[in-house]
Nanobody, 124 residues
């Protein structure tokens, strides 16, 4: 079993930056593909970014390409999401997820473990 705890969310003005962290316990993330998803008010949860077990492969949603960067530190059992040039439409609850598949998975149903989420609010 894997427990995931997100942190780093908050309120930021448009154009600003935030870095989300996802700390894992119960199992080393070095054996897991990791991802970030988000759910905006009134919308379904959507894929944001994913990273393979080694960090050598990443995938991003078109809406965040060039602005967000996913990374991982397997020694610290932590995954990060650096979010720059934030827009009001990035406002959402952001979820960290882990997959037993080692690659950078983009499909929500292929994730096995989920965190509780952290709120990100971008004001205009």
């Amino acid at each position: 079993q894997v427990q995931l705890v997100e942190s780093g969310g908050g309120l930021v003005q448009a154009g600003g930056s935030l870095r989300l962290s996802c700390a894992a316990s119960g199992r080393t993330v070095g054996n897991l593909g990791m991802g970030w998803f988000r759910r905006a008010p009134g919308k379904e949860r959507e894929f944001v970014a994913a990273i393979s077990w080694s960090g050598g492969s990443t995938n991003y949603a078109d809406s965040v390409k060039g602005r967000f960067t996913i990374s991982r530190d397997n020694a610290k059992n932590t995954v990060y999401l650096q979010m720059n040039s934030l827009k009001p439409e990035d406002t959402a609850v952001y979820y960290c997820a882990a997959s037993n598949r080692l690659r950078a998975v983009v499909v929500e149903s292929q994730y096995d473990y989920w965190g509780q989420g952290t709120q990100v609010t971008v004001s205009s």
